[in-house]
């Protein structure tokens, strides 16, 4: 790989351009999605993390808010609906077991289940990013999720997760070729600019691609800039620059075969620059709810990128690859 790096990064998003396009075409995908952040309670304590709350702070969704949401989603002609939590919540936090036993839920995975089971009720399909799963529990939330997902970030070991066990990328990894043995189609990314290097990247997006080589499962892969935000550890960090991104993207889809769509969020950076670097999905955005994850940055308006895309169709997907909206 030490031939591709070594590309200037104009020579790289060519490359990724050419190679986007003869895999994809002229065509940019898009989900509209709501997101239901369920419990943003979470045993991890990622350095750069706005979406955790301390006990005290912390919220879980009732299933009236739950079915609020998703209303409001299918009346805005949302196909998807996005289930979020932190990782293992139950696992540290007595109060958050009491709330799912008064919601009448043995654990997080059938709080999950039923959530899934009200956004089918809505005309919704689900996709279900909550951290890490077991086998069993992804079994079960397959059986009412288009999708599932975990984000990789990076096969770094790095200070940013000194205090967050579940980000060992080696458990994160077995994650993934779980859901591979299972045949789950299955999302997962980086996390661009939180302290590893484009060697790292490099070395990340081969260990995707190879398993998705033995399992055939992955379907997309996000490669997603850090944003600083107030009051995190990180707040004062650089954020990774137009030329980073556009590298880690170009190099995503020159790694990765074609078949894996390679998605950067709308939010986050120029849908442009998007573009130019060779994306051919623009992820999930809402009508409806924020991006609670990178809340100080609201989702563009789908009509805004129609003159930011000029040249390729914008057309709407659901959270299975290949079934279009």
């Known amino acids: 790989m030490p031939a591709l790096t070594e590309q200037t990064t104009p020579a790289l998003a060519r490359r990724a351009r050419q190679r986007r396009d003869r895999a994809w075409g002229r065509v940019l995908t898009w989900s509209p999605k709501v997101f239901l952040p369920l419990t943003n309670l979470c045993r991890n304590a990622c350095d750069y993390c706005a979406f955790r709350k301390a006990p005290g702070q912390d919220h879980t969704m009732l299933p009236a808010e739950v079915d609020a949401v998703l209303a409001e989603g299918a009346r805005s002609g949302c196909t998807e609906a996005l289930f979020c939590i932190g990782d293992t919540p139950e696992a540290v936090f007595p ?7 008064e919601l009448g839920h043995d654990d997080t995975t059938e709080f999950l289940y039923a959530s899934a089971l009200r956004a089918r009720a809505h005309g919704l399909h689900a996709h279900t990013n909550a951290g890490l ?3 069993e529990a992804m079994i079960r939330l397959a059986e009412v999720n288009a999708s599932l997902g975990l984000m990789l970030e990076t096969t770094a070991e790095l200070p940013v997760h000194r205090a967050a066990p579940d980000k060992s990328p080696s458990v994160r990894v077995r994650m993934l070729e779980e859901a591979g ?4 189609p299955f999302t997962t990314g980086l996390l661009v600019g ?9 070395e990340s997006l081969c260990l ?3 398993i998705h080589r033995r399992f055939g499962h992955i379907m997309e892969v996000i490669v997603q800039p850090f944003r600083a935000h107030a009051g995190t550890p990180m707040a004062q960090h650089p954020e990774p620059d137009d030329e980073t991104l556009t590298r880690a993207i170009a190099l995503a889809r020159l790694i990765l075969d074609e078949e894996i769509s390679v998605q950067s969020p709308p939010n986050l950076a120029s849908v442009r620059l998007l573009v130019e670097a ?4 623009l992820g999930g955005i809402s009508p409806v709810t924020p991006d609670f994850i990178n809340a100080d940055h609201p989702w ?3 009509d805004a990128l129609e003159g930011a895309v000029e040249g390729f169709e914008l057309r709407r997907r659901l959270p299975l690859y ?3 909206a």
């Not at 939180?194 to 490099?202: F, L, N, P, S």
């Not at 060779?278 to 999905?281: A, E, I, K, T, Y």
């Open 322 to 324: 290949g079934c279009c």
């Open 181 to 184: 043995q299972l045949g789950i």
């Open 208 to 210: 995707i691609r190879d």
């Open 278 to 281: 060779g994306v051919n999905d």
């Open 133 to 135: 799963l077991s086998a």
């Open 300 to 302: 563009p308006h789908v």
């Open 95 to 101: 109060h958050y077991r009491r709330q799912l036993d």
């Open 194 to 202: 939180i302290g590893e290097t484009e060697a790292d990247r490099v």
